[in-house]
């Protein structure tokens, strides 16, 4: 199946931004909603920010006011602004993809991509 790959990931210190893209081995053209997630050592993983494919999005709310997803195109599919990093946004960070590739539904993920925030 498709393959996605996050990446801008990395080291950055507290404050600093960082914006995260995902990246589809083919291009994904019945793309139904799309997520960034991200989980830390001996934590869930949880939701960071999801949009649909009419763009509408929702954000947890200690994410709202310092993340924003948007959409891309066919082969970069979904983007992620993080500004104003802390220490516990720390974590490997995850795209998601629901869509309808050759008939079939598939809930697409990355392998991550790891932002540490530390000064």
């Known amino acids: 199946q498709v393959q996605l790959v996050e990446s801008g990931g990395g080291l950055v210190q507290p404050g600093g931004s960082l914006r995260l893209s995902c990246t589809a081995s083919s291009p994904i053209l019945s793309i139904r909603s799309m997520g960034w997630y991200r989980q830390a050592p001996g934590k869930e993983r949880e939701l960071v920010a999801g949009i649909t494919d009419d763009g509408r999005t929702n954000y947890p709310d200690s994410m709202k006011e310092r993340f924003t997803i948007s959409r891309g195109s066919a082969t970069n599919p979904v983007y992620l602004q993080m500004n104003n990093l802390q220490p516990e946004d720390t974590a490997v960070y995850y795209c998601?993809?629901?869509?309808?590739?050759?008939?079939?539904?598939?809930?697409?993920w990355g392998q991550g991509t790891l932002v540490t925030v530390s000064s």
């Open positions: 998601n993809i629901a869509a309808v590739i050759g008939g079939r539904f598939f809930r697409l």
